[in-house]
């Protein structure tokens, strides 16, 4: 009863302070709000009055990604009439633009519809190679990222930041993109735990901003999870250091979107320094900012890290209060965030003496955990519901308490029987259970000792493979090489040879009947029209552009010999080096040869592009038509002959080739190969 009566105290004490803090804030969550509205009236008066088109499209575009998670109807007024400054015919990288950021203001309800407007803009911006169209590319893969984030794909989140957003923004020689994907991989590092490594990318990100004028959102944002990763390494004297540079810019902008993270970081650094009054403090701003941005996502946060603090001063009544909150607020189904709640409610009723509800929680954090990494949790479970099935032995003592002392005894007498054969059983479990672990951990190791083996021998009868075939290109390339010199040498020299003296023969007989000159003339065009001929096979056997000028000015040479009026073949040079061994320049003209007959001949392609580049020691080749496209799962059912050989070659080289196609879509083939590691090296 005393400790209920104590509860209730606590909870009257909890809403005054609530009543008290509303009336101290309101009149700054008004003054927040106007600070707001000016902001974003400063940005529309900025694009309205900016002196060109462009940069009045750019400009409102920017005030309705302010608005995006702050007032949606908002957010779709100022994109339309960016869309209004477009004219009635925009170009593809306008179209592109005004696609992003519908999908920024679609990632707030309808993450699935943001996601393929995102794809769909990112095929539209891709048609512009500027610098400027690369920065937007890298921003439309961070958001993309973040959607997936939230359907608990982390891997894919990182791979997305490492092979799509950051080089983007390399190319767009955009410094503060490049530091916030620095941010969003130490993110990703910090949720699995490696926080030294996460310490590393969060230096490097604030290395990459530091010289940069502006970006105090960015640093902000940059400086408060820094400072949080601090924490979580028990370095307090660096994560104060990261706060108080945080606390800067707070007063710069504040109307940020990240104020409520850097107050959940403050709380967080104060709890852990056992500061309470500050903690509660900081728990106090951050949710009245929170709840002014709508942030549902912060708001769950940061009851949840009040619910810790309640929990470490042993007041657990107020810890599940807040738990409960926290989880009202989820903004997301994430499995990862449900597991844990109920995990933790279920240390919380343990410590409340709620054994049979501990028990249930944690059967349900079990069962979520267990569609998610597929392992048992029910060694916690039993323990938890021996403890409870001990509470009701106990209360049933109690009860009988009132009987004579001798049935306490026999009681008494009785338990102890019972828990020397409990021990014992205990024992033969324990020992069966070793045992037939140690059993199953020798056959599994048996099992894996096998795969291990086929494994490693089919590796090497794969490579046999590889080595035979690269064996019968180099022949194939040699013996073309060879012929096409022959040719071009030898037959064509004897053929240029009889038509001069067919020439000169006509040139002598100057008297000679009209009838013989023109048979003699007839010759001479099918000699020309069979050196042309020559001249082309030995060009297909081996360009000489390839022989002697590298590999750019080939596959240039290439695309116009295989443009027709009916299909326009465009090569775009990224800036490639051409400084590459000869059996890598020879593979990757054949590749593109083939790929560029596959898309003339059988997708009945109009346009292809070929791009080229370089980035980080690999080359990167893109072949892209508007051709039929295919099915991929019954291409790969098929195996051609062709595309054997093409990812053969490719494999010869260490390198990776993916083929994106859809029905009536075109198809798209991205090969990345390694500058100087390959088997041929």
């Known amino acids: 009863m005393e400790n209920k009566d104590t509860n209730h105290k606590r909870f009257f004490k909890l809403f005054i302070a609530w009543l008290v803090a509303f009336c101290a804030f309101g009149f700054r969550i008004s003054q927040a709000q106007d600070a707001v509205q000016q902001y974003s009236d400063s940005l529309l008066n900025s694009a309205l009055k900016a002196p060109t088109t462009e940069l009045k499209i750019e400009g409102l575009l920017g005030v309705s990604i302010f608005w995006s998670d702050r007032d949606t109807a908002k957010a779709y007024k100022y994109l339309e009439a960016a869309r209004q400054q477009m004219g009635k015919s925009p170009i593809a990288f306008q179209q592109g633009l005004y696609q992003l950021y519908r999908a920024n203001i679609l990632m707030e309800y309808d993450q699935q519809q943001a996601k393929r407007v995102f794809l769909h803009a990112d095929s539209l911006l891709a048609t512009d190679q500027s610098q400027k169209s690369y920065r937007y590319r890298a921003k439309l893969w961070n958001n993309y990222g973040v959607l997936i984030q939230s359907e608990d794909k982390g891997k894919e989140f990182m791979n997305t930041i490492l ?75 660096r994560a104060k250091i990261h706060i108080d540079s945080a606390q800067r810019f707070v007063k710069i902008i504040p109307h940020s979107t990240a104020i409520p993270a850097f107050y959940r970081t403050k709380l967080t650094y104060f709890r852990h320094i056992k500061d309470y009054q500050k903690a509660l ?251 042309d001929e020559l001249r082309r096979i030995a060009h297909d056997m081996m360009p000489e552009s390839l022989r002697f000028g590298g590999l750019a000015p080939a596959l240039s040479d290439l695309c116009r010999y295989m443009g027709t009026p009916m299909v326009q073949v465009v090569f775009q040079n990224l800036g490639i080096k051409d400084n590459y061994p000869d059996q890598l320049r020879v593979t990757v003209y054949r590749v593109v040869q083939e790929l560029l007959t596959n898309a003339i001949k059988h997708a009945n392609a109009t346009k292809i592009i070929l791009q080229c580049s370089e980035l980080d020691n690999w080359l990167f080749v893109t072949v892209e038509d508007n051709g039929k496209g295919m099915d991929q799962r019954e291409e790969n059912r098929k195996k051609g002959l062709g595309l054997i050989n093409i990812r053969n070659r490719i494999s010869l080289l260490n390198g990776d080739i993916e083929t994106v196609s859809h029905p009536g879509e075109g198809t798209t083939v991205n090969i990345q190969i390694p500058k100087y590691l390959y088997n041929g090296e």
């Open 163 to 237: 092979t799509k957003t950051l080089p983007y923004a390399r190319h767009a020689g955009d410094s503060a993109q490049v530091a916030y994907q620095f941010q969003n991989a130490a993110t990703q590092l910090a949720d699995v735990q490696d926080y030294a490594g996460a310490a590393d990318y969060y230096q490097k990100a604030l290395h990459t901003l530091r010289n940069l004028p502006g970006q105090a959102e960015h640093k902000l944002e940059i400086f408060s999870n820094s400072a949080k990763n601090a924490v979580l390494l028990r370095d307090y004297v």
């Open 281 to 531: 403090q900081s728990y106090r701003k951050g949710v009245t900012a929170a709840q002014q941005l709508g942030n549902q996502y912060m708001l769950m946060d940061l009851n949840f890290e009040l619910h810790l603090l309640y929990k470490e001063r042993g007041d657990y009544a107020l810890a599940k209060h807040y738990l409960e909150l926290s989880n009202q607020y989820r903004p997301f189904h994430m499995l990862r965030s449900i597991a844990l709640h109920h995990y933790e409610m279920a240390q919380l009723e343990y410590h409340l003496r709620n054994y049979k509800s501990a028990y249930e929680q944690l059967d349900t954090a079990s069962t979520i955990m267990d569609s998610i990494y597929q392992k048992d949790l029910a060694t916690k479970v039993l323990n938890l519901e021996k403890q409870y099935n001990a509470a009701e032995k106990e209360n049933r003592i109690l009860r009988l308490e009132t009987k004579n002392k001798q049935q306490e005894l026999a009681i008494a007498k009785s338990r102890w029987w019972e828990l020397s054969l409990a021990a014992g059983l205990a024992l033969a479990v324990f020992v069966a259970y070793f045992w037939w672990k140690i059993n199953a951990k020798n056959k599994k190791l048996l099992i894996q000792n096998d795969l291990l083996y086929k494994e490693e021998l089919r590796s090497m009868r794969q490579q046999e493979r590889l080595s035979q075939y690269d064996a019968m290109l180099q022949g194939q390339e040699a013996e073309r090489s060879r012929m096409a010199k022959d040719l071009h040498d030898g037959l064509g020299g004897l053929l240029a040879g009889v038509k001069l003296k067919l020439s000169s023969i006509v040139a002598r007989a100057g008297e000679a009947q009209v009838g013989e000159k023109n048979a003699i003339n007839d010759v001479v065009g099918q000699l020309d029209y069979s050196v």
